[in-house]
Antibody, heavy 115, light 107 residues
Framework: QVQLVESGGGVVQPGRSLRLSCAAS????????MNWVRQAPGKGLEWVAV????????YYADSVKGRFTVSRDNSKNTQYLQMNSLRAEDTAVYYC????????WGQGTLVTVSS | DIQMTQSPSSLSASVGDRVTITCRAS??????LGWYQQKPGKAPKRLIY???TLQSGVPSRFSGSGSGTEFTLTISSLQPEDFATYYC?????????FGQGTKLEIK
């Protein structure tokens, strides 16, 4: 069955960087686009970024454009979210989700940006 | 960006009730809309995709309809496990956007 496992979250100071990973199994990873979605504490869902199946196309929410970079390694069945210049408002649970219609989700990893 | 206006933001209902949640898009999104259920501390779970197609394993009391700019999620007879927060998502154009959510509570 499809499994997505996020990792890399933690507490980081404002202005610093963090890289999240999403390890996929149970499907042909290299055939699917992958997304990142986040949820601030007590708030709704916010789509963050998407990367095409081969990594050639990437799109971002305006709130993270220029600071976050999505990438993938199809040989490792893993996608990444490099987060630079982190702000307090980036504090959230970050989920990865499969496919352009976000059919399967991981359990999320918590990122806390605080001094 | 496309704005998704979801209503109501909260809803109090009883087991057995029929409930409807609505999402309106600020511009046409064809039928590129999904509905998600989220329970506290858990990841969202997709219920419906392409407006009206039921995700495998989701009970048939859930249904979706609409097109263009107005969409609805209907639960025909609420069960205790249905009390959760529901979100719509447009995946017609980037950036994708979610509705604000509807918290469904027990009356």
């Amino acid at each position: 069955q499809v499994q997505l496992v996020e990792s890399g979250g933690g507490v980081v100071q404002p202005g610093r960087s963090l890289r999240l990973s999403c390890a996929a199994s149970g499907f042909t990873f290299s055939s699917y686009a992958m997304n990142w979605v986040r949820q601030a504490p007590g708030k709704g869902l916010e789509w963050v970024a998407v990367i095409s199946y081969d990594g050639s196309d990437k799109y971002y929410a305006d709130s993270v454009k220029g600071r976050f970079t999505v990438s993938r390694d199809n040989s490792k069945n893993t996608q990444y979210l490099q987060m630079n210049s982190l702000r307090a408002e980036d504090t959230a649970v970050y989920y990865c989700a499969r496919e352009t219609t976000l059919d399967n989700w991981g359990q999320g990893t918590l990122v806390t940006v605080s001094s | 960006d496309i704005q998704m206006t979801q209503s109501p933001s909260s809803l109090s209902a009883s087991v057995g009730d029929r409930v409807t949640i609505t999402c309106r898009a600020s511009q046409g999104i064809r039928n590129d809309l999904g509905w998600y259920q989220q329970k506290p501390g858990k990841a969202p779970k997709r219920l419906i995709y392409i407006t009206s197609t039921l995700q495998s394993g989701v009970p048939s009391r859930f249904s979706g309809s609409g097109s263009g700019t107005e969409f609805t999620l209907t639960i025909s007879s609420l069960q205790p496990e249905d009390f959760a927060t529901y979100y719509c998502l447009q995946h017609n154009v980037y950036p994708y956007t979610f509705g604000q959510g509807t918290k469904l509570e027990i009356k």
